[in-house]
């Protein structure tokens, strides 16, 4: 046994973008995110570099930090994935973000469950996974996808 210290959690999630105001609406629009302007980050001088987003389903916040060199660093990587019930909710996502116009990845049978990949206006991967297995063997998995 160990002596480690115990953490209480994630207290926040950050994702870097080069444009606040694209982004809070690509956020907004897309996952119904809500700003809250109260826990919004400024600089002394009073330029905002970073808001905070209450995203519906997910248990902690989610803040978007300008900082476009992160961004542009990150595109193409996935560092956020959301959990969805199963198939049908993951159908459900894929006919919205199609309804908002958004890039998207075709459903991907991942490792245990079903996938779909958006990218942010920065390009950064947020991928939506189901919570339900579907069963398959390895054989099944889109190793290939260009959106692992």
């Known amino acids: 046994m160990t002596d480690r210290p115990l ?10 973008v080069s444009d606040l105001e694209r982004s809070i ?3 907004s629009s897309v996952l119904g995110a809500r700003r809250l302007e109260e826990l919004d980050h ?3 001088a009073g330029t905002l570099f970073a808001v905070i987003l209450d995203v519906p389903g997910v248990d902690v916040p989610v803040e978007l930090r300008h900082d476009p ?3 542009a660093r990150l595109a193409g990587f996935d560092p956020l994935t959301f959990t969805v019930r199963d198939r049908a909710a ?4 894929g006919r919205h973000l199609s309804a908002q116009g958004v890039t998207r990845s075709p459903v991907i049978v991942a490792m245990v469950g079903h996938l779909l990949v958006v990218p ?8 939506f996974y189901t919570e ?4 398959l063997g390895p054989e099944h998995v889109d190793f290939d ?4």
């Open 42 to 44: 400024r600089t002394r």
């Open 120 to 127: 942010d206006p920065d390009g950064i991967r947020l991928r």
């Open 7 to 16: 953490t209480q959690g994630l207290h926040h999630v950050k994702i870097p």
């Open 132 to 135: 339900e297995a579907h069963g």
């Open 25 to 27: 609406a690509w956020y």
């Open 69 to 71: 060199a992160a961004a």
């Open 145 to 148: 996808s260009p959106w692992l």
């Open 90 to 93: 993951l159908d459900d996502w």
